[in-house]
Structure formats: structure tokens, C-alpha cells
């Protein structure tokens, strides 16, 4: 099986979108057994399939899933403890039936393409949604942490400018299909807020540094993980990822305020080694 690691190196956004999120879930269970896992989604479809009539139209098809995967299987999104970090794990969310919008809308994007529907993931402001594609029509877009329900052009507005602003104007790039490798990097970023949220920022690096290794071109994600090992004492990598983030980004607007911290840092004793 590939490691996170050759996963992340593959050319091209549209890698296996279950496969990282379960290999993101094995950082923190070793053991885990992934074709279990992905099996677990097989009989998800397989039990949704006989409620989708012969010639059933995406509406219908899509109405069957939502049902089987809500009504039935109990799937239901996390409101109660939404920053935990269980819910952006992918096998503990199939295990509990219990998760975020994202690591929901991965299990609602399998079984979909199990059962031959077209769908994508939105990588939606604030909310992350999914779309399913109609045959010379407009996309259904559904709210998969809240029992998959339907949502027009209305409350997709509505949503928007809770998130953005009351100036906020729906535009066809919010709707925009996400690619697997930008849907990681946003379960990551859940995963790292989650860790830091509990002040436990061992874990918190880890997530971080599967985004470095997701993106290794941008600034930011080097940024982001320099803040934390510098956090955790580790001064050499904190040095390396911030020279590196003023070297991709040397007129970002907060490239004054990193260029002190490095200077702070290469006058600290090495605490840990790198």
C-alpha cells in the first residue's frame, strides 16, 4: 500500500482522495487496516443500491442516498462537539457515524461513485458541500452535515455572506469542484486546528507537515509549520521553513514580522535537535 508520502508526491490534483484521508487517519492509527476501511464504503453502497429504481434520475438516485446514509445508517454531522479531532479521522467517522462537513461529504463523494452517480466535493466558504452533477443541467448541491439536505441559490447566499460578509455576491468559483489534493489540505487544516485547539501541537506539526508535503511549492503551509516547531523548541526547522517562506514570499505582508522571528531564533540555543 502507498505511503502518505508517495501519495503526496503523485503529479496532478486528482489523486485517491480515501485512500490520503485514510493514510492522514493511520498517522494516528498505526494498525489500521485500510481495505477494511474502504470496504466499509463498498457496503455502504452496496446496501444503498437497491433503493435506486431502474432509469431513476439523479434526483431520485441522490434522494435514495441521502436517505440510506442519514435515515438508516444514522450519519449525522458532529454539532455538539464539532473541533473533535475524531471527527476528521475517516474511520473513526464510519465507525461513530459522526463527523464535519468535510470527512461527511468524503463518505457521502464514495458511496456516490460506487453507485456511478457523478459528484463532487465544493470546497465552500466556511462549509464544505457537495455537488451532484445533472445531465444538461444545473449541478444539485447538497449539505452533507445536515442529513444531506438540498440547498438552492438562495441559502448558498445566505451561507456565503455568514461566512464572508453581508457584501458577499454568490459566484460561479464557489461552486468550483474541489480537487482531491485541495480537499486533504482542508481536512488537514480541520485536523491541525483541532490539535492546537487542545494545545497538543506535537500532533498539531504532523498535520501541518502533511500540508507541507501536499503543497511543497507554497509559502504559506512552511510558514504555518515554522510557527510550530519554533513553538515546540524546534529551532533548526523553525529556522529552515520560515528562510524558505521569505525566499517564496519576500513581499508578503507579515515577511517584516517572520524576518524578526528568524532573526530571534538563529540567536536561541538549539533545544531540540533536527
Not at 440510506?68 to 450519519?75: A, N
Not at 479521522?89 to 463523494?109: D, F, K, Q, S
Not at 458577499?168 to 464557489?174: D, G, K, S, T
Amino acid at each position: 500500500m502507498v505511503s502518505f508520502e508517495q501519495l503526496a508526491r503523485q503529479a496532478g490534483e486528482d489523486v485517491d482522495l480515501e485512500l490520503g484521508v485514510l493514510l492522514v487517519a493511520r498517522d494516528e492509527f498505526p494498525a489500521l487496516v485500510l481495505e477494511q476501511e474502504l470496504a466499509r464504503l463498498d457496503a455502504l453502497a452496496a446496501a444503498t443500491a437497491p433503493r435506486l429504481p431502474a432509469g431513476a434520475s439523479v434526483d431520485q438516485a441522490v434522494e435514495a442516498l441521502v436517505q440510506q446514509l442519514y435515515v438508516v445508517e444514522g450519519f449525522r454531522g458532529n454539532e455538539a462537539e464539532y473541533g473533535d479531532p475524531r471527527n476528521s479521522w475517516l474511520n473513526l467517522v464510519l465507525e461513530r457515524r459522526l463527523g464535519i462537513p468535510i470527512t461527511l461529504a468524503i463518505v457521502l463523494l464514495g458511496v456516490a461513485r460506487r453507485l456511478g452517480l457523478r459528484a463532487h466535493g465544493i470546497s465552500f466558504p466556511g462549509h464544505y458541500l457537495v455537488r451532484f452533477e445533472r445531465t444538461g443541467g444545473t449541478p444539485l448541491v447538497v449539505d452533507p452535515f445536515h442529513g444531506g439536505r438540498r440547498l438552492g441559490l438562495g441559502e448558498l447566499q445566505s451561507m456565503l455572506r455568514r461566512a464572508l460578509g453581508d457584501g458577499a455576491h454568490l459566484r460561479p468559483e464557489h461552486l468550483r469542484a474541489a480537487t482531491a489534493r485541495a480537499t486533504l489540505v482542508r481536512v488537514l487544516q480541520n485536523l491541525k486546528a483541532a490539535h492546537v485547539a487542545r494545545g497538543d501541537y506535537a500532533r498539531a506539526l504532523l498535520a501541518q507537515t502533511r500540508i507541507v508535503e501536499l503543497v511543497p511549492g507554497e509559502a504559506g503551509p512552511l510558514r504555518d509549520r515554522g510557527a510550530l516547531q519554533a513553538h515546540l523548541g524546534a529551532v533548526g526547522g523553525a529556522i529552515a521553513d520560515l528562510a524558505r517562506y521569505l525566499e517564496l514570499a519576500p513581499a508578503a505582508a507579515d515577511a517584516a514580522s517572520v524576518r524578526a522571528t528568524l532573526q530571534k531564533l538563529t540567536q536561541e540555543p538549539r533545544r531540540v535537535a533536527n
